[in-house]
């Protein structure tokens, strides 16, 4: 679904992109807080609840739950509000750009340029944010965060993911944040665990499986 707010002119859009990169929220509540809320987030329901989320004091599935229950009238008019707002941008562009499709080269033009559907957004945000994240870790090897090793099997983890139209697993993301941001504290343990999660991604059966993941 698409919003009115983004990483460019949301500073608070731009605060839960940078913890889904550090691995502190997953992409489905990302997703749902973009998806639910799309005329504006800097509302005081969502900061209360991602701030908790982030501290530990609830998990993810409970702050979707209590959003969902307790603010019904805020989702209910932001999508009204979202809609309004699309529908007088969009009489505003019919009038600039009045024109009549008289030829096959403009009605091609046409359908090239419809709306994406709800599946086809769901791959083309999957695999934006396995672009993102690569550029991301690979940073973090030029600053002598993670080793060469761990590097090699992020990417390759990375890659399969955005060949598969996956999202990046919270587990994976926080696996990482795990080896790079504890100053060398533990880091063998660390990257041991690293690898054990690699492994048991790859796998069909395990309950860890990137094959068992529900793109929502």
């Known amino acids: 679904m698409k919003t009115l707010h983004n990483t460019k002119n949301c500073n608070y859009r731009r605060f839960l992109h940078k913890r889904l990169k550090d691995g502190k929220i997953s992409g489905q509540f990302y997703r749902f807080l973009c998806r639910n809320f799309p005329y504006r987030l800097t509302y005081h329901a969502i900061d209360m609840n991602v701030r908790k989320v982030m501290h530990g004091k609830i998990n993810e599935s409970t702050a979707i739950n ?3 229950e307790k603010e019904k009238g805020e989702i209910k008019r ?22 009549k499709f008289t ?28 672009k993102e994240y690569l550029v991301f870790i690979k940073n973090k090897f030029k600053a002598n965060k993670i080793s060469r090793k761990v590097l090699d ?4 983890f990375i890659k399969k993911c955005r060949k598969e139209n996956f999202y990046l697993p919270m587990r994976f993301k926080t696996s990482l944040y795990r080896i790079y941001d504890n100053d060398g504290y533990n880091i063998h343990a ?25 793109i929502k």
């Open 66 to 68: 209590i959003l969902k």
């Open 78 to 99: 932001q999508a009204e509000m979202y809609k309004s707002n699309i529908e007088c941008r969009n009489k505003i562009s019919e009038k600039k750009t009045a024109k």
């Open 103 to 130: 030829t096959e080269q403009d009605v091609g033009r046409d359908i090239a340029g419809r709306e994406p559907t709800y599946e086809e957004y769901q791959k083309e945000q999957a695999f934006k944010e396995a």
């Open 153 to 156: 099997h992020a990417v390759i």
């Open 190 to 214: 660390r990257e041991a665990e690293f690898f054990t999660y690699f492994k048991l991604a790859f796998s069909r059966t395990h309950k860890y499986s990137l094959y068992k993941q529900l």
